[in-house]
């Protein structure tokens, strides 16, 4: 099983709704993380889980809130979002972190969750 | 500041011939670098990487060349077929890092017949 799982896979809310997207594996990897993609634009970086602890938030506002609950699920939670945080999130799994290349870093990703804030 | 750079936006190939797909870097401080393949509302694939103590690595129709003094990496694919059609994507890592990975702004591959 190389997959990550992310849920629901379109999502739409209002700037007063509180969703969560959730995501989950099962291949054993102890880091996971949320990725923010905008059209044609790179995949960016927002949270790092490791070992189930928050290691790396990329300033991100205090709308988005992660959640770590096990080893093998990561939620985010979304409050009060604005129309520009519309964008496809990402989540994604590795092996070991911060081990780099060495330590089979490569981040598997899931589908992705396409947000519409209206 | 875009640390990882790919500087064609659009490419196209002819089936059966060499795709060649190029990405810079600034950071000196990365030291893995890894390729990942994005169809439209999918999210991105792993292909192939490749660590700072190697210049090459291989996999299939996929090889991977870095050249650290340049800061350079590139992506060869060969044969070129109709499915690898579809955006490309390199990052890189500093290990140590937590695996924070770094993408360049892709490149989208059109393999033609």
């Known amino acids: 099983d190389t997959e990550v799982t992310q849920t629901p896979k379109h999502l739409v809310m209002g700037m007063t709704n509180k969703k969560s997207l959730k995501c989950e594996q099962h291949m054993g990897h102890r880091a996971m993380y949320w990725y923010k993609q905008k059209a044609k634009k790179p995949p960016e970086l927002m949270f790092v889980y490791s070992y189930e602890k928050l290691s790396i938030n990329e300033s991100v506002p205090s709308r988005f809130s992660p959640e770590c609950p096990n080893s093998s699920l990561l939620n985010l939670h979304l409050h009060a979002l604005q129309p520009e945080d519309s964008a496809l999130y990402l989540c994604a799994s590795s092996q070991s972190p911060g081990q780099g290349i060495l330590g089979g870093t490569e981040a598997f990703f899931g589908q992705g969750t396409r947000l519409t804030v209206v | 500041d875009q640390q990882v750079k790919q500087n064609s936006p659009s490419l196209s190939v002819q089936e059966g011939r060499i795709s060649i797909l190029n990405c810079d870097y600034t950071n000196s401080m990365f030291d893995y670098f890894l390729w990942y393949k994005k169809y439209p509302a999918e999210g991105p694939t792993f292909l192939i990487s490749?660590?700072?103590?190697?210049d090459k690595n291989e996999d299939g129709r996929f090889t991977v060349f870095l050249n650290k003094s340049a800061k350079h990496l590139s992506l060869h694919i060969v044969p070129s077929q109709p499915g690898d059609s579809a955006v490309y994507f390199c990052a890189a890592g500093q290990t140590g890092t937590a695996s924070k990975l770094t993408f360049g702004t892709g490149t989208r591959l059109q393999v033609t017949l």
């Open positions: 490749i660590s700072s103590i190697k």
